[in-house]
């Protein structure tokens, strides 16, 4: 067989011959051919004859010699053999006397065996003094080299490699060659990070492509293959027992020769990962180390599995690397806070990254759970990582960052990041603010048994460093930059760079506390904008302002949502105070920056700021004022700013984000009035268009405006072109006003759009129809309307609104006929579903969902499930006037009177705005509570109210009620106990907090006891 003739080793004269000729390519003759494969015969019968060889081109003739081809015969010998070949080879040459040292015989070696494609990995067919010789005299050479020695022309010499690509960076253009200096450090892994900073700017081969330094990379690899895993040497005279000495010997040595340490981690990572846990326990190497640990790939299909065990590798790997640096008696704080910063960016550095190109919704939560649950394990495993190190017996208890905290603040304060264009791009110091969020919230949640002195202390320092952080970048407004064409550095106008995505990830509101208890807030909340006053609404200056603005006002929302979330160390007084402090804040701002007809002409608001294309759901500020909005403690000081337009867009956008019934109700009065023609005229933007008839065809009330709006649009279009969504969008909106208009014939007459949907699966204009067939026919025909929406989930199940409307179809059903099983299909087929669909696209409809699982355990009787799914419900949710009606009929059902006053009069409380009432209806029966026996007349109101289910078209706020009585009698109760307090000294001047609620609970009880209803007592 022709490979038993290479793989297996000769003997005498025919291995000699081979070596020499398969290497060295030197010509064969056809006599000394015909010899060597007659010797060979001998020991193989099976050998092929040399017309066989020539055949499968493994010697091909040439004149009157043979050659020996080893990549261009029909087996690649050479690819999967050249490890053994090349290790028979080194030992031959071993033997070999004509070199004068090893040296000699390595740089022979390498000219030959490096011809190929493939390096060979010669650690497996060598003997142990080979390995010895080879690693040896490979440091000898590596160390000897000249090329490499020295940071300061470093650059240069590799820029000028010719083989980095048909561009040939040194001679673009003829430019002089770029300078890139290294900073001065005495840390590797700062010096590894500095070649890859300079990595990423020339596409990130620079360092890698490197031909004139192929030999060099080969020898390094050796070493990195070849070093041992335990070994003996004399360090100052002393035998000691090492762990991978060459290899740590020529990573430090690095900091003086970079290329060293570029290729060393670049063949751990790739051959020898095994060496990294070795590199943790050395202290100028643990952060090296780390961040080689973090690379190491794992080959698992299963991306859970994947996750917990990358997880916990890194987890044991910083354990490791800490209890290891942190054993020693005394530690240099500094460099530990150099070490700490090192980890953190580590840690986080998958923040910084967007993630909005990856177009799975899904995805991207995956993506960011995973990001945030390994973030949370190893800041945790830093946090509680005592001094003395957890080898130590009798460790201290006290985690080791208190020991290093003002060392590490001025660490954070000392970083520059930098910038890899000098092209004028600034934007927020993010590695440095989200470290000071993580300190900040170390101090807050952290058991300190510090002096307070000392605490208050570290807590004033972070405030200041953190605020100083901020204002520095917001408020500024030059930069250095280079010129384009001359390249020279000038001074110039930054531009503003800041992803909020990324601000997302950020924790706000503990350095946000921690800088209220300091008295920094205010600073920190007022920024210094210099916007100037012009016509020009473009200005360079005033955008770059506005823009900056934008971020501010981000910030702020992102610290209301914190405080909603009502953090565990926050204090309901304290948050209180912040939180009407920031309210204060945005309005201003808004007052200032986001209204038509300002001096300096900038609204940050607007189409080009908040809705142009290509930004993601994060850059849109609108809905997320209004969002917030939603739970001001004055709501009228800020939608009086948002409200007060004549932006129809805007004033949609505020209908359809805000659960505020009283401002909705205001809102769509003020559209109203408003000449929607003359509006649409003005716009240049199509997409506004759209979204002004979209949004109005919504809209109950507002039906009339959504016809001219849609005539408007026809008039519009005929003179712009129409694109494929536009015209899905506009079809959509005639189908929705002609199901408002409850007509089915229009539906079914509506001409469908004439590009029609070509995508695969994507949904259908006859489906579209059936869709809202089976909307209008959703209340009286349930029957019907239940198998439209199953045949629409069963052939689009990636749309979750069908299967939505589906649930409410059953369960419609279920309350006409009165079944208890029909409300246990319903919900039992909604739950077979979520098993298959996405948690992301489930959110979509969350809202809807929720409510028609609540109506089936309230008809179902179950309490348990009903209240637990009403308390994962946030206080919108919870507030909104339909989970209000199902949760006074709950309440009611298991006579628990005084709750239900309660829900309800939070509910007044969160629904008025803007001197709106959505809750009429409630002040009409006040009178009725009063009457003498009306307990019968209640009971009775709470069993006939209305039980509705919701689907896609239903918002969840306004209800629409069939029972007049019975929609206003969960507040009377309500309504009836703010009586009794209104003057509560009235019953006893001299009464204390107890017995206030003593003289409630007897009041109470007195007045509604004749109604058939007790109170409960109170905790």
Known sequence: DIRYWVVLRLKDTVIQYLIQYFFLFYPISPNGLTQILGKHKAYFPLTSSL????????????????????????????????????????????????????????????????????????????????????????????EREQDIIGVEDEFSKCFLDQHLGSSHYGFQSNKPIPEEPFDDTDDILDRYRQLQHISSKYQSNIFYVQESRKDLAFLVRLVVLLDKEYDTVDIDSKSEQVHYHNIKKLLRSGLENPYLIWEVVHFIKQNRPEVIPYLLIETDLSALGFDMLDKTKFEIDNRKAKHILRKQFLSDGLILLLNSYLRAQAIDKTKTAHLVFQLFQKITKEKVYSISHIRLVEERRLLITEREDLEEQLLGILETSNLNGGFVGGSSKQSFLYHIFPELILELENHRSKSKYLNGVIGLSFIKLDALCWLSRFLLIADCTLPQKTFVSFKTTISLSFVTCYLEKIEQNKVIKREFYSSELIESLPSWSVQNEVLVTLDWLSPITIAYESGNLNDFLNPRFTLKNTDDKYDKHNCFQANKIRTHLFILLLILKAIQKQKNYSKQAFTLDVKKTVELTIVSLLKRYAQEGLAHNQNILDQEYDRQHFRTIESELLPFIIEMGDVFEDKSALFDQLVNTENIVQLLYICSHSETEGIKESVIKRIYKLDIPSFLNKQIWRPEITYVVTELSKIPELQSKAKIAL??????????????????????????????????????????????????????????????????????????????????????????????????????????????????????????????????????????????????????????????????????????????????????????????????????????????????????????????????????????????????????????????FGKKMANEIIIASRRFLTNPKAYNPNADEDDYSSIIKQILENKLSTFGFHINDQP
Request: aromatic residues 12%.
């Open 51 to 142: 017309s066989e060889f020539e055949n499968n081109n493994l010697f091909q003739k040439i004149g009157n010699s043979y050659f020996f081809k080893t990549t261009q015969n029909e087996i690649n010998y050479w690819y999967d053999l050249n490890d053994e070949i090349s290790g028979h080879y080194w030992e031959a040459l071993m033997q070999d006397n004509s070199f004068s040292n090893d040296e000699e015989r390595m740089l022979h070696f390498i000219d030959v065996i490096l011809k190929g494609a493939r390096w060979p990995d010669i650690q497996d067919y060598a003997s142990d003094a080979s390995k010895k010789s080879l690693l040896t005299t490979s440091i000898n050479l590596i």
């Open 711 to 964: 005539n408007e649009w026809n008039k519009l279009t005929s003179k712009r072109k129409i694109e494929r969504e536009t015209e899905k969008e506009i079809f959509e909106a005639q189908l929705m006003q002609a199901y408002y208009a409850n007509d089915e014939y229009g539906i079914q007459s509506l001409k469908e759009p004439e590009s029609g949907y070509i995508i695969h699966n994507e949904f259908k204009p006859k489906d579209h129809k059936q869709f809202f067939i089976g909307l209008i026919r959703y209340k009286n025909e349930p029957e019907t309307a239940y198998q439209i929406f199953n045949n629409l989930t069963n052939k689009y199940p990636k749309y979750a609104t069908f299967a939505l409307n589906r649930f409410g179809a059953k369960v419609e059903l279920a309350l006409k006929n009165e079944k208890r099983e029909q409300f246990l299909e319903g919900i039992n087929e909604w739950l077979e579903y979520e098993k298959t669909c996405p948690l992301t696209v489930l959110e979509t409809v969350a809202d809807k969902t929720n409510y028609n699982k609540l109506t089936v355990f309230l008809n179902l009787e179950d309490k348990d499930s009903f209240n637990m799914l009403y308390e994962e419900l946030d206080q919108v949710r919870r507030l909104s006037p339909d989970m209000v009606k199902l949760r006074v009929q709950m309440l009611v059902k298991y006579e628990l009177i005084n709750e239900a006053r309660m829900v309800v009069a939070n509910a007044l409380s969160f629904h008025k705005a803007l001197n709106q009432n959505a809750f009429e209806f409630l002040t009409e029966l006040e009178s009725k509570i009063s009457k003498s026996n009306p307990v019968e007349e209640i009971k009775t109101a709470i069993n006939k109210l209305s039980t509705d289910t919701k689907n896609s078209m239903d918002s969840v706020i306004p209800l629409q009620y069939e029972d007049n």
